[in-house]
């Protein structure tokens, strides 16, 4: 069975850098196209960042663009989101999530994913 398991939320005042990290087990990792989503109290979940299985194509939130950067060890099963410039409004639970690949891109839909992390809190401080 597959699990994820993120690291590396936590608390960062406004401007910061913060690197999240996620762990696939019970699977083999290239089967699976990954992102991380994210949820704001009161809000709904969004995509903050996805990767293709091959670690080419990537998709991005508008408002992530060119401060949150995505990436992938196949070899060692893990997926990171590394954050920069951090602002109060990316305050959130960011999960990971893993989706079976269809083809070579980045799913954007929630609903093309399967597995969840339990989430990890990050919180910016204005």
């Known amino acids: 069975q597959v699990q994820l398991v993120e690291s590396g939320g936590g608390l960062v005042q406004n401007g910061g850098s913060l690197r999240l990290s996620c762990v696939l087990s019970g699977g083999l990792f290239t089967n699976y196209a990954m992102a991380w989503f994210r949820q704001a109290p009161g809000k709904e979940r969004e995509l903050v960042a996805a990767?293709?299985?091959?670690?080419?194509?990537?998709e991005y939130a508008e408002t992530v663009k060119d401060r949150f950067f995505i990436s992938r060890d196949n070899s060692e099963s893990t997926v990171i989101l590394q954050m920069h410039s951090l602002k109060a409004e990316d305050t959130a639970v960011y999960s990971c999530a893993a989706g079976v690949a269809r083809n070579f891109d980045a799913p954007r839909a929630d609903t093309d994913y399967a597995y969840w992390g339990q989430g990890t809190q990050v919180t910016v401080s204005s």
């Open positions: 990767i293709a299985w091959t670690g080419y194509a990537k």
